[in-house]
């Protein structure tokens, strides 16, 4: 059974993340998207907020599981028996971050872990979870960014709706 793990803070998730794990459902048996607990990160949602979200915009995915963790991506992917990671790409500008990383857990998971690229679909190369909370807070339409559910949580975080 081919497993991939999806690592992210999500925070919030956005259609470029959904896109990007509906895509890697297809191409693998089952699909972990783990919720990173970032130190170096203050989030606007909670960990539990991030994994709710995720888990109602995924629920007729059967092969998508939704997991948190904290540390480094390699431990959790030893500690689950995972070889792949997927990483999506917006623009060239990401691919230089994402290779350096792709090189890093390669290296310190002595040749086991993978990374598999997906390019985000073109409708989605703007999108990133900072300019999706910019504009909520500016009380801007998220609606083409986001699920209605995300939606409502961000305009509630900031007050608006």
């Known amino acids: 059974m081919k497993v991939a793990v999806y690592p992210g803070s999500f925070d919030p998730v956005t259609y470029g993340h959904?896109?990007?794990i509906k895509r890697a459902s297809l191409m693998f048996d089952e699909v972990i998207v783990a919720v990173m607990?970032?130190?170096a990160k203050t989030p606007l949602f909670t960990l539990d907020?991030?994994?709710k979200m995720l888990e109602e915009s995924l629920k007729d995915l059967d092969n998508v599981r939704i997991e948190s963790f904290d540390g480094l991506l390699i431990d959790y992917c030893n500690k689950e028996?995972?070889?792949i990671v997927i990483r999506g790409l917006r623009a060239i500008t990401d691919f230089e971050?994402?290779?350096q990383i792709a090189q890093t857990n390669k290296e310190l998971s002595h040749n086991k872990v993978d990374t598999v690229f997906l390019t985000t679909?073109?409708?989605y190369s703007y999108l990133s979870s900072s300019v999706v909370k910019e504009i909520a807070s500016y009380n801007g339409d998220i609606t083409p960014c986001v699920p209605e559910s995300v939606a409502d949580?961000?305009?509630k975080k900031f007050g608006h709706k």
Do not use: A, G, P, T
Request: hydrophobic residues 40%; negative net charge.
């Open 121 to 123: 679909s073109l409708i």
């Open 49 to 51: 907020e991030r994994v």
């Open 37 to 39: 607990c970032n130190s």
């Open 18 to 20: 959904l896109d990007i």
């Open 97 to 99: 971050y994402e290779l």
């Open 81 to 83: 028996n995972i070889h």
């Open 153 to 155: 949580r961000l305009y």
